[in-house]
């Protein structure tokens, strides 16, 4: 069992910055790609970004490419996303995802994660 855990959202101003974290944990967190996805208030849950298991090969959504970056940290079990320039469409529940042991592809399909944080709240206010 993997359990994930999202920090570091809040209320920031568009065009500020945060950064996101997400930590790993449990006995059978091996080779797992990883990924962000979001909710805001009244809407489906939408893919942000994912990362490969070895950091390699990353992907992102039109809608953030160019102002969010995903990286991880495998020797601490985090992965990480950084968002720059903010804006008030971005406001929304932020979920952190692993897919299965063993899947180390990047996958943009929500199904495809077997692990599910409880997510953060980021609030862009205009």
């Known amino acids: 069992q993997v359990q994930l855990l999202e920090s570091g959202g809040g209320l920031v101003q568009a065009g500020g910055s945060l950064r996101l974290s997400c930590a790993a944990s449990?006995?059978?967190?091996?080779?797992?790609?990883m990924g962000w996805f979001r909710q805001a208030p009244g809407k489906e849950r939408e893919f942000v970004a994912t990362?490969?298991?070895?950091?390699?090969?990353?992907y992102y959504a039109d809608s953030v490419k160019g102002r969010f970056t995903i990286t991880r940290a495998n020797t601490k079990n985090q992965v990480y996303l950084q968002m720059n320039n903010l804006k008030p469409e971005d406001t929304a529940v932020y979920y952190c995802?692993?897919?299965?042991?063993?899947?180390?592809?990047?996958?943009?399909?929500?199904?495809?994660?077997?692990?599910w944080g409880q997510g953060t709240q980021v609030t862009v206010s205009s």
């Open positions: 995802a692993a897919r299965g042991s063993g899947k180390t592809r990047v996958s943009i399909t929500e199904r495809d994660y077997e692990y």
């Open positions: 449990g006995r059978t967190f091996t080779e797992h790609a």
């Open positions: 990362v490969s298991w070895a950091g390699s090969s990353t």
